[in-house]
Nanobody, 123 residues
Framework: QVQLVESGGGLVQAGGSLRLSCAAS????????MGWFRQAPGKEREFVAA????????SYAVSVKGRFTISRDNAKNTVTLQMNSLKPEDTAVYYC????????????????WGQGTQVTVSS
């Protein structure tokens, strides 16, 4: 069992940066793939980034590649999402998620979810 709690959301102007964190509790955090997803009003939840449990594999959505960076610290049971050059279209609730085995971009393949944190980018 893994419990996830996100933090770090807020309001930022376009071009600015935010750093989201996800604190995980559970005995085997280091064996889970960690992902970030987002959901804007009226839209489906979409993949943002994911990182394998060994940190040797990362995956990014095309829309955020080169602007966002996912990282994890297995000793501290945290995963972070550094978001730079933010755009108004990045506005959404951001969710941290966990699954076993390989990196996936599909929300349905993640077993554990946080409650989400709001990110709002003004133009």
């Amino acid at each position: 069992q893994v419990q996830l709690v996100e933090s770090g959301g807020g309001l930022v102007q376009a071009g600015g940066s935010l750093r989201l964190s996800c604190a995980a509790s559970g005995r085997t955090f280091s064996s889970y793939v960690m992902g970030w997803f987002r959901q804007a009003p009226g839209k489906e939840r979409e993949f943002v980034a994911a990182i394998s449990w060994k940190t040797s594999v990362t995956s990014y959505a095309v829309s955020v590649k080169g602007r966002f960076t996912i990282s994890r610290d297995n000793a501290k049971n945290t995963v972070t999402l550094q978001m730079n050059s933010l755009k108004p279209e990045d506005t959404a609730v951001y969710y941290c998620a966990a699954r076993r085995q390989v990196v996936s971009t599909m929300p349905s393949e993640y077993d554990y979810w946080g409650q989400g944190t709001q990110v709002t980018v003004s133009s």
